[in-house]
């Protein structure tokens, strides 16, 4: 069974920083490639980080030189370290498999998200 649990967000003044952590459970962590999305009001689900099994890494172009994705299979945990935040990356943060993860009913898998706010 598919287990996704982020943690990490909060309320920070922009110019802030954030570190999001994502415990996956009930995947070949190691062997998969992974993800960070998030979705605001109003707003499609965005792709915001994604790193491969090898650490290879790739980012939206919102975040890029401003978030780093990262990895420690031993402790099947996805990282997103989150520096000089904006208002506009308020969002629900999800981690995921790359592509989404899904259960034996072929229905996408989610955690419960966790919620950035950057005041401006």
């Known amino acids: 069974q598919v287990q996704l649990a982020e943690s990490g967000g909060g309320l920070v003044q922009a110019g802030g920083s954030l570190r999001l952590s994502c415990v996956v459970s009930?995947?070949?962590?190691?062997?998969?490639?992974m993800a960070w999305y998030r979705h605001s009001p109003g707003h499609a689900r965005e792709l915001v980080a994604g790193?491969?099994?090898?650490?290879?890494?790739n980012y939206a172009d919102s975040v890029k030189g401003r978030f780093t994705i990262s990895r420690d299979n031993a402790k099947n945990t996805v990282y997103l370290e989150m520096n000089s935040l904006r208002p506009e990356d308020t969002a629900v943060y999800y981690c995921?498999?790359?592509?989404?993860?899904?259960?034996?009913?072929?229905?996408?898998?989610w955690g419960q998200g966790t919620l950035v706010t950057v005041s401006s």
């Open positions: 995921n498999g790359f592509p989404v993860l899904s259960d034996q009913s072929d229905l996408e898998v």
């Open positions: 790193i491969s099994s090898g650490g290879y890494t």
């Open positions: 009930g995947i070949s962590f190691s062997v998969d490639a």
